[in-house]
């Protein structure tokens, strides 16, 4: 768009006019008014003398809105209202709050450190997506190995049948498979400033939702049964947030996971969802972290999973040493050590 000066004579005739009978008139009276009330302290003078004064302040006053840019094509009489600038925020659904970025130069994406093989594609999913956030977790170089919560490299079958290690490493014992799983969604809900809707269940089957404890509202098992009790402050901070999760871990299981998730019935699968075992003593849990297709609709998925005890969170491979798991019609995912899951354990969050 071309932007010029014009100079509308027209209208300029016209604002003179209404400035002299509208502006200047009752100026020029209120003006004599108050010489009247300050003739006992200043010489008297004609109000005529105030107007060439009259005059020049309006002139000025609106000359700004006289010679302002017009658009080629645009009325000046009727200028239309400045179009409001709305400024985006900023990104953080990619934030992964727990990693110090100084400390850790090796680590990349998870998308860049392993692509699909030949004749796949990545599934396009939505920037900022739950699947977006951890198709891009933070990923660790291939020399890393699998620790448990200790620290201590874990030498067994895990290790062979992992495909690499993310950079979320569990403290202590209770960030088991299903802790593991509800940390990473709790992650993605800090991240895309969703905290407040992160809720999350108890193996007894009651909720706690991190708004209540971010006021002050506290799990008590002190009586041997779950009550909520006040015993805190007002604390909305990553510090808090996390001490929310440590209390969650604590009371996490499979169960509490079934309640936290529904099943899959429509005969899709999506990132972020979860494959789960309920086996009293075996149980077990894996989110996918990726998705690609091939040509014929062939579906293959990433999974991701910690282990009893606590392990660092992982890739497994299937049995050809493959970080991608083909889905075949019998949906059966073999994960080493870790047993097997199956499709119909399918479930998505809530």
């Not at 004609?46 to 060439?52: I, Q, S």
């Not at 201590?152 to 290690?165: I, K, L, T």
Request: aromatic content about 10%.
């Amino acid at each position: 768009m071309i932007v010029r000066f014009v100079f509308p004579w027209d209208d300029f005739r016209n604002w003179a006019n209404s400035c002299y009978r509208d502006g200047i008139v009752p100026l020029a009276q209120r003006a004599q008014t108050r010489w009247q009330h300050l003739s006992g302290y200043l010489p008297a003078l004609p109000w005529r003398a105030a107007l060439p004064v009259a005059i020049a302040l309006i002139a000025f006053a609106n000359a700004r809105s006289v010679l302002s840019p017009s658009a080629v094509g645009q009325s000046f009489a009727s200028p239309q209202p400045p179009i409001p600038v709305q400024f985006a925020p900023p990104s953080n659904q990619r934030e992964y709050a727990w990693v110090n970025s100084a400390g850790h130069a090796e680590l990349r994406p998870l998308s860049d450190r392993i692509a699909p093989g030949a004749g796949w594609r990545r599934l396009s999913l939505p920037t900022g997506s739950f699947g977006d956030w951890l198709r891009h977790l933070p990923m660790q170089s291939s020399d890393v190995m699998v620790r448990d919560y200790r620290k201590r490299p874990v030498y067994d079958a895990a290790q062979e049948r992992s495909a690499g290690c993310l950079a979320l490493h569990p403290n202590t014992n209770q960030l088991g498979p299903a802790a593991m799983m509800v940390r990473l969604r709790a992650e993605y809900l800090w991240a895309a400033q969703s905290g407040g809707a992160a809720s999350f269940h108890f193996n007894t089957g009651q909720r706690m939702d991190w708004l209540d404890w971010s006021r002050g509202m506290r799990a008590s098992f002190e009586t041997g049964t779950l009550r909520f009790v006040q015993m805190g402050k007002e604390d909305t901070s990553r510090s808090s947030y996390c001490a929310y999760l440590e209390s969650l871990f604590q009371h996490t299981g499979s169960q509490s996971l079934l309640d936290d998730t529904r099943p899959v019935t429509d005969g899709t699968i999506s990132v972020g969802d979860i494959l789960i075992r309920t086996d009293s003593g075996d149980e077990h849990a894996a989110m996918i972290v990726d998705l690609a297709v091939d040509a014929n609709g062939q579906i293959a998925v990433m999974l991701a999973q910690g282990s009893a005890p606590a392990t660092t969170l992982h890739l497994c491979t299937n049995e050809t040493g493959s970080p991608w798991h083909v889905v075949y019609r019998d949906g059966v995912f073999d994960l080493g050590p870790n047993g097997r899951l199956n499709l119909s354990s399918l479930r998505r969050w809530y």
